[in-house]
């Protein structure tokens, strides 16, 4: 009975790669020119959808657009060599930015963080970002999102991260990456017990001046003399704090979640601006400053 069991589930996880295999972008790479005699144009290449379409990116020689079939498998050929447990029934394909970045996700584990709220849940998952646009890095990453509340965060500590442009150089830097989703996972239940710590970490107004002066360039100090623009935005972040501290607390995770819980709910609109845009730099710069905080 269980090697039956087992034989079906190979064969629902074939199944469901060759899916997604379906759903994948197929790139060219397209030599630019501006159609005008006597006038020469650079080495520019636009990469497209193998059926046209908008530009994905316009890049130069060197770029070699990812062949995702082949960046799949290394994916699921990796996570099987890693020995971590995920369900790849579970695997996700995602376009952001129209197609000019893309990446897999696959949940992860499932934390119960240490504050005061029973079943305070943090969900993660891993993902392996990669692009069409000349910019995004191959990377091995993940996210995280706490459940009740609905605050989402990406990974901070981007220096322990794989990342390597796509070019003819890195074919074959993609290959396997099972230490790096060991390395991952090691670096969230690191990234749940510092915030674990953030809940006994008592804070005090100075903190608070020191915090919001280094994440946000805010002066608590001079707040009136600020532009009503400003004033309105700090409002936001202090109404997010206040409200996450009513529930878990006066210390420093509490401060942390509040301005997750900002960037979740105001500044970012979709989790595509929670990756990628500028919610994610000051997202990590928070983690950064909160986790460094004497």
Same mark, same amino acid.
């Given at each position: 009975?269980?090697?039956?069991?087992?034989?079906?589930?190979?064969?629902?996880?074939?199944?469901?790669?060759?899916?997604?295999?379906?759903?994948?972008? !197929?790139?060219?790479?397209?030599?630019?020119?501006?159609?005008?005699?006597?006038?020469?144009?650079?080495?520019?290449?636009?990469?497209?959808?193998?059926?046209?379409?908008?530009?994905?990116?316009?890049?130069?020689?060197?770029?070699?657009?990812?062949?995702?079939?082949?960046?799949?498998?290394?994916?699921?050929?990796?996570?099987?060599?890693?020995?971590?447990?995920?369900?790849?029934? !579970?695997?996700?394909?995602?376009?952001?930015?129209?197609?000019?970045?893309?990446?897999?996700?696959?949940?992860?584990?499932?934390?119960?963080?240490?504050?005061? #709220?029973?079943?305070?849940?943090?969900?993660?998952?891993?993902?392996?970002?990669?692009?069409?646009?000349?910019?995004?890095? +191959?990377?091995?990453?993940?996210?995280?999102? /706490?459940?009740? +509340?609905?605050?989402?965060?990406?990974?901070?500590?981007?220096?322990?991260?794989?990342?390597?442009?796509?070019?003819?150089?890195?074919?074959?830097?993609?290959?396997?990456?099972?230490?790096?989703?060991?390395?991952?996972?090691?670096?969230?239940?690191?990234?749940?017990? #510092?915030?674990?710590?953030?809940?006994?970490?008592?804070?005090?107004?100075?903190?608070?001046? !020191?915090?919001?002066?280094?994440?946000?360039?805010?002066? /608590?100090?001079?707040?009136?003399?600020?532009?009503?623009? /400003?004033?309105?935005?700090?409002?936001?972040?202090?109404?997010?704090?206040?409200?996450? #501290?009513?529930?878990?607390?006066?210390? #420093?995770?509490?401060?942390?979640?509040?301005?997750? /819980?900002?960037?979740?709910?105001?500044?970012?609109?979709?989790?595509?601006?929670?990756?990628?845009?500028?919610?994610?730099?000051?997202?990590?710069?928070?983690?950064?400053?909160?986790?460094?905080?004497?």
């Amino acid at each position: 009975m269980e090697t039956m069991q087992l034989l079906n589930n190979v064969e629902q996880e074939a199944k469901h790669i060759e899916t997604i295999k379906g759903q994948l972008i !197929k790139a060219k790479k397209i030599q630019l020119h501006t159609g005008l005699e006597g006038w020469n144009s650079p080495k520019a290449y636009g990469v497209y959808r193998n059926d046209g379409g908008d530009c994905l990116g316009v890049v130069g020689e060197s770029f070699k657009p990812m062949d995702l079939e082949m960046y799949l498998d290394s994916v699921v050929n990796s996570i099987y060599s890693s020995g971590i447990e995920v369900d790849i029934n !579970k695997l996700k394909y995602e376009e952001y930015k129209g197609g000019k970045k893309v990446a897999f996700n696959i949940p992860l584990k499932k934390y119960e963080l240490q504050t005061k #709220m029973p079943g305070d849940i943090l969900e993660t998952k891993l993902m392996f970002k990669t692009g069409f646009d000349g910019f995004t890095k +191959c990377s091995v990453s993940y996210s995280t999102l /706490r459940l009740w +509340c609905s605050n989402g965060a990406a990974r901070w500590n981007e220096d322990r991260a794989i990342s390597f442009k796509n070019t003819k150089n890195n074919n074959d830097r993609f290959m396997l990456f099972t230490d790096q989703i060991i390395k991952a996972s090691e670096d969230i239940d690191n990234y749940v017990s #510092m915030l674990n710590d953030l809940t006994f970490k008592s804070i005090t107004e100075a903190d608070l001046d !020191k915090y919001y002066l280094r994440v946000f360039g805010i002066n /608590r100090q001079n707040y009136h003399d600020q532009a009503t623009r /400003r004033q309105n935005t700090f409002d936001k972040i202090n109404e997010a704090v206040a409200f996450e #501290m009513a529930n878990t607390g006066t210390n #420093m995770f509490s401060v942390l979640q509040g301005v997750t /819980r900002y960037l979740t709910h105001e500044v970012a609109k979709s989790e595509e601006d929670l990756l990628f845009s500028s919610a994610n730099r000051i997202n990590s710069l928070a983690h950064s400053v909160a986790f460094s905080l004497n």
